[in-house]
């Protein structure tokens, strides 16, 4: 029986401190407080349509806030603030966050709450969604584009600058509006437009307007200044607009800027809305975010014209300022990569030449010639080297004791585990038998190098190469490459035929320049490309795996997929290429000019040139295709020059490298 008093006595006691509670706050604050709430939430899901609504029909309520803010193309985080409580009246502020771009809005408005029988009722006015703005106002949002940043050359020299470009197309203040169909038709005709689609855009503009039909860098055989102002109409305007030297320069290794497709967009995150500029491939691509900047934002308010023909007035509400893109400084020299892109303009093939310096690593040119499709073939590609591979060979028989005076047997054939391989055609017979290692390599001799694949296992070939700077990553390169796989255990014919650069070895015409230009250096080189350490540490550095992705109808035929041979760790054994052992590689590379068989080099002014080509089978045909390469030092320049589907490297890369050397001074 006493528990159950107390029982009662502690329940009595409950009531009464509940009943206390209610009439405390019976002044409706907590009311007040939760509609506030609701209000604010239903405002950030951008629906009032379930709210008790004074002074407007909900419905129009909800019509009107979402035609207010339709034009933002966002929803808005919407908080409510202290409630001021005047009898049955209650007002808050409303606390607004915009995230617009890359901007953020952030105001306060007022809000008013009254109450009606048992519900508080929202007092609408367009006020409540933002300051200052007037009944039959709507927000929208206008970009201010920041300023992209620039590439820049070797020296900081601009490579898209203005330049001069034409504007041509159909001036319609200079023909009757009889003849506009006629001259857009001849126009289109003339510039190989379609000429549907062009007479139906001169049709649609005004009678001041000039409908532009292309933009010519200068006139040419086919379009002449006379042939478009014998069109009634036609008209030429002298303009600039913002180009690299010439329309393919470096475009495989640069990439391009343009309007955001639908599938970069989606891949944004939000970072990119349509009507956006961004950059696809290379740089342009990899470094956007940077190049791109932060463009501005404003929000206007509009008021409907009240008379047609009237322009409807606007009013600023929120502003913020466009950050330019950061300017992206890289190596290349601009008159050597449009040198090399002009030595491979008439190569049908896939082809490249990368230029390096020696001294610096810095990457001069790196040119994918008209035959790649537009794919980086000059750091991406993924190819035997052939013969240029005898130079890490070289370098794994001077550590195992030889030198260029050293003798080495050449035959005519030699057979491993029942393969048998033999000497390019036209070797010459002087050079067979008992020769020199220089000799040997003079005459690029097959047999003599797979003869010594006893001497040297798979894993001090890898380590010669990784030596020689390649198949090791590049951390100061700052862009996407293949930097070569040399695998570390082979046996029978594969190791046999890495001995010549074939069977799983791979190189891109950019390690095959990083070779040569170690060659050069004395020491490894690593290469470089873009200068800003800012943009590097933003951006994964190049490994040497890393190879970038291509359309599959522009990758180059002979390419495995890049997860192909990937190189291990570098083992501890290996050590940078000496001093010495680079004198004798150079001695050696001298001897394919001097006695070998890349005498026409000799010619070259300047610095004696030493050299490697190379040539390397690919493919299924009888006689198989094969790779044309050929590697050189001259002076502080080295280069790799690569065909895909080109012969001998001595017949076709070599001419190529020796015009590109001798224009290069």
Not at 47 to 57: C, I, N, P, Y
Not at 249 to 261: E, I, K, N, P, T
Request: glycine share 10%; net charge negative; with cysteine.
């Amino acid at each position: 029986m006493g528990k159950m008093k107390t029982r009662n006595l502690v329940l009595g006691l409950v009531s009464l401190v509940m009943a206390g509670s209610l009439t405390a706050c019976d002044d409706g604050r907590a009311g007040a407080e939760g509609a506030a709430k609701q209000l604010a939430s239903s405002l950030a899901a951008l629906d009032v349509g379930s709210l008790a609504v004074s002074g407007k029909d909900a419905s129009a309520a909800n019509d009107e806030l979402n035609a207010v803010f339709e034009g933002l193309g966002a929803k808005p985080s919407v908080q409510s603030g202290d409630v001021k409580l005047d009898g049955e009246t209650a007002t808050f502020p409303l606390n607004y966050s915009w995230n617009i771009g890359s901007a953020k809005w952030e105001y306060s408005s007022e809000a008013t709450l009254k109450k009606s029988g048992d519900k508080w009722a929202v007092q609408w006015n367009p006020q409540l969604l933002a300051p200052e703005l007037s009944d039959g106002q709507t927000l929208s949002v206008k970009t201010v584009p920041a300023q992209r940043g620039q590439i820049l050359g070797a020296g900081d020299a601009p490579i898209v600058e203005d330049r001069p470009v034409f504007r041509v197309g159909i001036d319609k203040t200079k023909l009757a509006a009889d003849q506009a169909d006629a001259s857009a038709r001849a126009m289109a005709a003339l510039l190989g437009l379609d000429v549907e689609d062009y007479a139906k855009q001169v049709a649609a503009s005004g009678p001041q307007a000039f409908v532009e039909g292309i933009v010519l860098r200068a006139y040419t055989p086919e379009i002449t200044e006379a042939k478009i102002t014998a069109i009634p109409g036609g008209a030429s305007i002298l303009d600039s607009m913002a180009l690299a030297p010439t329309r393919t320069f470096a475009r495989a290794l640069l990439g391009s800027v343009g309007q955001a497709s639908a599938e970069q967009i989606e891949k944004s995150n939000g970072a990119l809305r349509a009507g956006d500029t961004t950059g696809t491939g290379g740089l342009q691509q990899k470094y956007d975010s940077l190049l791109r900047g932060k463009d501005g934002v404003e929000v206007v308010a509009k008021q409907a014209a009240k008379s047609e023909g009237e322009t409807p007035a606007t009013k600023v509400f929120f502003s913020s300022l466009p950050v330019p893109g950061t300017t992206l400084k890289t190596t290349l020299d601009l008159k050597l990569q449009q040198l090399a892109e002009e030595t491979l303009a008439g190569v049908g093939p896939a082809s490249a030449i990368v230029a390096l310096k020696p001294s610096t690593g810095a990457v001069l040119a790196a040119a994918s010639g008209p035959g790649s499709n537009g794919y980086n073939t000059a750091m991406l590609g993924q190819y035997a080297p052939g013969s240029t591979f005898k130079i890490v060979d070289s370098l794994a028989l001077f550590r195992d004791g030889a030198t260029p005076d050293s003798k080495v047997e050449c035959t005519p054939t030699l057979t491993v585990d029942g393969r048998t391989f033999k000497n390019s055609e036209g070797y010459p017979e002087s050079s067979l038998g008992s020769v020199t290692l220089r000799d040997a390599f003079a005459h690029s001799c097959n047999t003599a190098f797979i003869n010594a694949r006893d001497t040297v296992s798979q894993d001090q070939l890898e380590s010669a190469a990784m030596a020689l700077g390649v198949a090791v990553e590049a951390p100061k390169l700052g862009a996407d490459a293949f930097l070569g796989s040399v695998p570390g255990a082979a046996e029978g014919t594969e190791h046999a035929a890495s001995m010549i650069g074939q069977g799983k070895v791979l190189f891109s015409p950019l390690s095959a320049a990083i070779m040569a230009a170690s060659v050069g250096n004395g020491a490894p080189v690593s290469p470089q490309l873009v200068l800003n350490p800012e943009a590097q540490n933003s951006s994964p550095t190049a490994t040497p795996t890393e190879s970038g992705s291509a359309p599959p109808s522009s990758s180059p035929s002979g390419a495995p997929s890049p997860s192909a041979s990937a190189p291990p760790a570098s083992p501890p054994s290996t050590k940078p290429i000496t001093k010495e052992e680079a004198a004798a590689l150079s001695d050696m590379m001298r001897a394919v000019v001097t006695s070998g068989h890349a005498g026409f080099l000799a010619q070259v002014p300047g610095a004696p040139v030493g050299a490697k080509t190379g040539t390397a089978e690919f493919g299924n045909d009888d006689p198989p295709k094969t790779h044309a390469w050929i590697v050189a030092v001259h002076g502080d320049l080295a280069v790799a020059v690569f065909v895909e589907d080109g012969g001998l490297g001595a017949t076709t890369s070599g001419p190529l490298l020796k015009s590109f050397l001798t224009a290069a001074g």
